[in-house]
């Protein structure tokens, strides 16, 4: 049970908070904010940062992105903000030059509470924000235009209980070439050999019937249509609002015009085997070009969207204290090849904060995260054995720490449940005694 100063804080939080809910107005005429920022602001203005909960949010936002997981994409999660906590999560991930990444986030409840989403690109020197939204009925979808590793954050805001489920996908970035939208049509692929090793393929070959019409894959400019010895009779275009140019070769016909304003769809040539490829089966060699030469334009075009696994994780367990059935690994990401963070004795306490696939994703009473196989942990319900307290006055902590609060003190002769343990300290509870941690 809440004592009265607890109940009183919550009170004045959710004050305040229905205060900035009101609040209407720009909080910045100079530079628009992304939408953590502004409610970032909005604690501050109503002063919110000077209360323990507030300063928590903060911090959150800033330790969570330091903590950020490894995963890969496509990734699917559910997950679960506690209201009594103030959660963040971060994760970071890699991706390509051309590809184009779709954010899904669905909460329970639907409206209501919030959750902040922000990406950033990662850079040895700093953090670029891409995109950033505070409501996502609809897909967050935007184009990689760098190669490297990008990073997410979530969020929610302050004392809101929120269910969500988290899928990131990435797909191309640029339509297909040609109308028949077939993997298998692509034969030769980014960096193979060519002239007996002495140069590299700078493209893919896309192979199909003679005179098949090549079409325009973005809405853009035609900027060259020429010819040479490698690629034939060529068409060059410029996708509109984007840093690279678009290269079609080895056209038997070229039917866009240099300068051409020309849309998704429009024709630009017919395939056919001009210049250096006359001697093979008739094909479009498809490139990018960037100012720095050119990259794989594979990603930019790729017909498969690989999928997330689907969470087996049992979802009951969100938001629970469980432990280990057994000395189990925690891992820097969920997949048994990755990093192992920690190696966890039997009875260990964690907190499952998110399901994917067949893992949790865990946090020690320590506030180390990681991800651990479901299977090897179950609810802390059930006591391992009974404890008989053996000292004059044994104090109950609310975290594994002798410097944390006292949430009661136990005397000599009580009988306890054992929960778990981590470290040196034992989570105890029993009917008459609140639950906490005690010293071994």
């Not at 390509?96 to 990444?101: F, V």
């Not at 949430?407 to 449940?417: A, H, I």
């Not at 470290?423 to 071994?440: C, F, M, R, V």
Request: include cysteine; proline fraction near 5%.
């Amino acid at each position: 049970m809440k004592t009265p100063r607890l109940l009183l804080w919550f009170f004045s939080i959710a004050f305040a908070m229905f205060i900035i809910s009101c609040k209407t107005g720009s909080v910045n005429l100079f530079k628009a904010a992304s939408p953590h920022e502004q409610y970032q602001r909005k604690l501050m203005n109503v002063g919110l940062d000077k209360t323990e909960m507030g300063s928590a949010w903060l911090n959150a936002a800033a330790v969570s992105t330091q903590k950020a997981l490894n995963i890969n994409i496509p990734y699917k999660e559910n997950g679960y903000f506690a209201a009594d906590k103030v959660p963040a999560a971060a994760y970071k991930f890699n991706a390509t030059k051309g590809q184009k990444l779709t954010i899904k986030l669905t909460k329970t409840p639907s409206v209501g509470a919030l959750i902040y989403i922000d990406v950033w690109y990662n850079t040895d020197q700093a953090q670029k924000l891409i995109t950033s939204a505070d409501t996502l009925n609809n897909p967050i979808v935007f184009d990689i235009d760098e190669t490297g590793t990008y990073l997410i954050r979530l969020q929610p805001e302050l004392l809101q209980n929120v269910a969500y489920e988290l899928e990131i996908t990435a797909g191309p970035s640029l339509a297909f070439p040609i109308k028949s939208k077939n993997t298998n049509s692509i034969k030769s692929y980014w960096g193979d050999g060519r002239d007996n090793d002495a140069r590299k393929h700078e493209g893919v070959d896309i192979f199909g019937n003679f005179r098949t019409p090549v079409l325009a894959i973005s809405e853009g400019t035609v900027t060259r249509v020429n010819e040479n010895n490698l690629g034939g009779k060529v068409v060059w275009m410029r996708p509109k609002g984007k840093d690279y140019t678009l290269y079609y070769a080895h056209l038997d016909e070229q039917i866009a015009v240099e300068g051409q304003e020309v849309k998704i769809g429009d024709t630009l040539g017919l395939m056919g085997n001009t210049g250096n490829a006359r001697a093979t089966p008739t094909h479009l060699h498809f490139g990018v070009y960037t100012f720095n030469g050119a990259v794989n334009p594979l990603p930019f075009i790729d017909p498969v969207t690989k999928t997330p696994a689907n969470v087996t994780a049992p979802g009951n367990r969100l938001n629970k204290t469980l432990r280990t059935t057994s000395a189990v690994k925690m891992f820097a990401s969920p997949q048994n090849k990755a990093t192992v963070l920690a190696t966890l004795n039997s009875g260990t306490i964690v907190q499952a904060n998110a399901a994917t696939g067949s893992y949790y994703k865990a946090e020690l009473p320590d506030g180390s995260i990681g991800f651990i196989q479901s299977n090897g942990l179950i609810k802390a319900t059930e006591p391992l054995k009974k404890l008989k307290i053996n000292v004059l006055q044994q104090k109950v902590y609310d975290k594994p720490d002798s410097l944390a609060a006292v949430k009661t003190t136990l005397k000599e002769g009580q009988t306890v449940s054992l929960l778990g343990t981590f470290g040196n300290y034992q989570l105890i509870g029993s009917a008459d005694a609140e639950t906490g941690w005690i010293i071994k």
